[in-house]
């Protein structure tokens, strides 16, 4: 099993090539910031009718990051909208005033890991691939281990390029953010890994003092890299190479994150652009600045692979928003029964047989033995992509999973 080939090859998108350089956005009027990670309305810290200034933070979460103010201006109403890959959450609308700048702030400590960790806890920074605030990240690795930190500028996904339009427009300031996280988690070794040769090499030629890591071009590449560099007895960790930037920014300006770069893609859009956006805005503005019209078929919001549909487009864009895919037509699936051609197995980067697994699922008393490995699903759809029959695995695997676990 362990010679076998993992992964897919994804096909190019053949559309209009994406522009990757990151495009300045027209000021929104209007920003319902999400509040991601408030549990109760007392750890939200502002009032309809406060005025704010640029940089203020409201909310102060006691599991997340906290988010903080990309305007400074009134706040009109709180109320809890529900989002596409966050669920109901509760959100600030603020009418900004764009002529106030960030105040000048004290520079953060960052003598050592306790500092600097601290220090990426009161920037709110998260990282766009998986939404994690990077304070938890970075005390998760210490605890593993980790000696290896990879900025991770893998877009895999052929619809998304906002990780590599990021690293092209200032890889020192990615270096050093991701040089001070390494510090922070006590990792020995850090080096930014993208998917293609061509493009470590661009990477190398642009910051000499960065060691790049070709992932590969098959998807899942992170995953396909981690358990490559597992069997070589690495423990490996991964940022988005956004986030190294943001936190660069805070240790030297005490600037917190307010904004994210999104691909905007697909069909329903005359011009595909990597945006830099600020929190909060609607995904209906971005669409419109990338000019689309009228209200396309579908919308998705992350990964095309592994991103939620989305129809409400006054949805507001979060931290992690990396992509908004726009289609002409909603796609439709066709299913057809298993042909136990294995092609899923072969793409699964983590040794699950999800044939097996469905086989069992449909069995009158399955037998969570022979689900082997179910529980260590990434839900990275590989195995979904891969299936000539269209079969939704994932979600097969996922309440596998949970059957396993004795969820159901």
């Known amino acids: 099993m ?67 103010a990309p305007a400074a201006g009134s706040i009109k109403e709180i109320r809890e909208r529900t989002l596409a890959q966050k669920g109901p959450t509760t959100c600030v609308l603020l009418i900004p005033d764009w002529s106030y700048e960030f105040p000048e702030r004290k520079k953060p400590a960052q003598g050592h890991q306790e500092e600097l960790i601290a220090a990426a806890a009161a920037a709110g920074i998260v990282d766009e691939f998986d939404g994690l605030p990077l304070y938890k990240k970075l005390k998760r690795f210490r605890r593993r281990g980790v000696n290896l930190l990879l900025g991770n500028a893998i877009d895999d996904d052929p619809y998304v390029a906002s990780a590599v339009a990021v690293l092209r427009e200032n890889p020192q300031r990615v270096a050093e953010g991701l040089a001070a996280a390494a510090k922070a988690c006590g990792a020995e070794e850090w080096r930014i890994a993208a998917s293609s040769r061509k493009e470590s090499k661009r990477i190398h030629e642009a910051c000499p003092t960065v060691e790049p890591f070709p992932a590969g071009e098959r998807y899942p590449a992170r995953a396909l890299l981690k358990r490559e560099l597992y069997a070589k007895g690495n423990t490996t960790g991964f940022i988005g190479v956004q986030a190294c930037a943001a936190f660069a920014d805070f240790l030297e300006k005490a600037v917190p994150q307010t904004e994210t770069v999104v691909t905007v893609n697909g069909d329903a859009v005359s011009t595909p652009y990597n945006v830099r956006v600020p929190v909060g805005t609607a995904l209906r503005e971005l669409l419109g600045f990338c000019g689309g019209e009228g209200t396309p078929g579908a919308c998705f919001v992350g990964s095309s692979i592994t991103g939620k549909q989305v129809s409400d487009l006054d949805t507001p864009v979060t931290l992690d928003t990396r992509c908004l895919v726009a289609l002409k037509r909603a796609p439709r699936w066709k299913t ?62 996922l309440r596998a999973a949970e059957f396993k676990k004795g969820g159901e």
């Open 336 to 397: 057809f029964p298993c042909i136990g051609c294995g092609s899923c197995a072969r793409a699964c980067p983590r040794g699950i047989r999800p044939w097996a697994v469905c086989d069992q699922l449909s069995r009158e008393n399955p037998d969570p033995l022979r689900m082997v490995n179910v529980q260590h699903c990434i839900a990275c759809a590989a195995c979904s992509v891969a299936c000539p029959s269209g079969i939704d695995l994932v979600s097969q695997m």
């Open 2 to 68: 362990i010679g076998l080939p993992r992964g897919v090859r994804l096909e190019p998108h053949r559309d209009e090539p994406l522009k990757h350089e990151i495009q300045g956005f027209p000021q929104p009027k209007q920003l319902w910031v999400p509040l991601v990670g408030c549990t109760v309305r007392s750890e939200c810290l502002v009032e309809p009718g406060d005025w704010i200034e640029k940089g203020t933070p409201l909310s102060a979460p006691q599991f997340a990051a906290p988010v903080y």
